[in-house]
């Protein structure tokens, strides 16, 4: 069964940073591309970035592009969303997502939260 967890989703002040955290199970990690999306309530959710399965390859939204930096450890199962220089338009609910076999999964969700 695929299995996808965030984790280190926090309340921060703008300007400041945060780390999520994605591990993976249930599938071949290593072969996909993987991806951080966000949602807020009545709008679409947005891809934020990707990492090819080497992790040479990513890709960014312009909003959170020079922000945003993805990685991964192949090793561990996991791939990471650094994000610094926080804005409160960065508020919104963080989803890990893999696509296999034509069906995208999710991660449970996790809330991140940009105010003074």
């Known amino acids: 069964q695929v299995q996808l967890v965030e984790s280190g989703g926090d309340l921060v002040q703008p300007g400041g940073s945060l780390r999520l955290s994605c591990a993976a199970s249930?599938?071949?990690?290593?072969?996909?591309?993987m991806s951080w999306y966000r949602q807020v309530a009545g709008k679409e959710r947005e891809l934020v970035a990707s990492?090819?399965?080497?992790?040479?390859?990513?890709t960014y939204a312009d909003s959170v592009k020079g922000r945003f930096t993805v990685s991964r450890d192949n090793a561990k199962n996991t791939v990471d969303l650094q994000m610094n220089s926080l804005k409160p338009e960065d508020t919104a609910v963080y989803y890990c997502?893999?696509?296999?076999?034509?069906?995208?999964?999710w991660g449970q969700g996790i809330q991140v939260t940009v105010s003074s």
């Open positions: 997502n893999v696509e296999r076999d034509g069906v995208r999964y």
């Open positions: 249930g599938f071949a990690f290593w072969v996909y591309w």
């Open positions: 990492i090819s399965r080497d992790g040479i390859s990513t």
